[in-house]
């Protein structure tokens, strides 16, 4: 459906893989470690908001310190950006890191879910900044609304003009949406089996 994406990091077949552990990682969060969202800080952001209205203050910090470290990973995916290694593309570090932070993650037992939720979110972060595009084409692999958004657009405007560019762009939004909760759901039979090791 689209031309051979010019850069590795913006193929379509990466974009396929990081959505569906985007997906794997935020429902890795939410079912086993206390229903904190790795990526959708945005839940966060209400499920803080709520938690201090209701005076548990203890428990929205549960969901604070994922936004922040959330935040932080984007900055350190920008400081591995500026200090270019000669050796390996900084999108390669960026991911390396992610890698070593999930593995590490999958130590911690369930006594340490605060821990283990601020270090996923850190991972989703890096992530959700080191690789931005799929066929340059502005697509979140740990988030869906702005995909929802991209997709829904293309496709109305496909439907109104009948150009063939719109269709493809609104089903590539579409596909990665589509692997994110394919993720999820794999997410779900691995945590039956694996529980924390799971991811």
């Known amino acids: 459906l689209m031309r051979k994406a010019l850069q590795v990091s ?6 396929i893989l990081l959505a569906f552990s985007g997906g794997f990682m935020d429902a890795y969060s ?8 790795a990526n959708a800080q945005t839940g966060n952001m209400l499920l803080l908001g709520i938690h201090i209205a209701e005076g548990h203050y203890q428990l929205a910090l549960c969901y604070f310190f994922p936004v922040f470290a959330f935040a932080f990973g984007i900055a350190l995916a920008e400081l591995v950006r500026t200090k270019q290694s ?18 590490i993650v999958s130590f911690f037992p369930n006594e ?5 939720n601020i270090l996923t979110s850190l991972a989703c972060g890096i992530q959700v900044e080191t690789f931005r595009k799929i066929h340059g084409q502005g697509i979140a692999t740990t988030m869906c609304i702005g995909n929802l958004r991209s997709g829904t657009e293309n496709m ?3 439907f109104q003009d009948g150009d063939l560019s719109y269709l493809k762009k609104g089903l590539l939004y579409y596909g990665i949406i589509l692997c994110f909760v394919l993720g999820a759901v794999f997410s779900n039979a691995c945590i039956r089996q694996f529980h924390t090791k799971a991811i």
């Open 10 to 15: 913006e193929s379509l077949e990466l974009g």
């Open 156 to 158: 109305y405007l496909y």
């Open 86 to 103: 000669d050796v390996l593309h900084w999108r390669q570090i960026s991911v390396f890191i992610e890698a070593i932070i999930l593995l």
């Open 112 to 116: 340490y879910n605060l821990l283990a």
């Open 30 to 37: 939410y079912i086993e470690r206390g229903k904190v969202f």
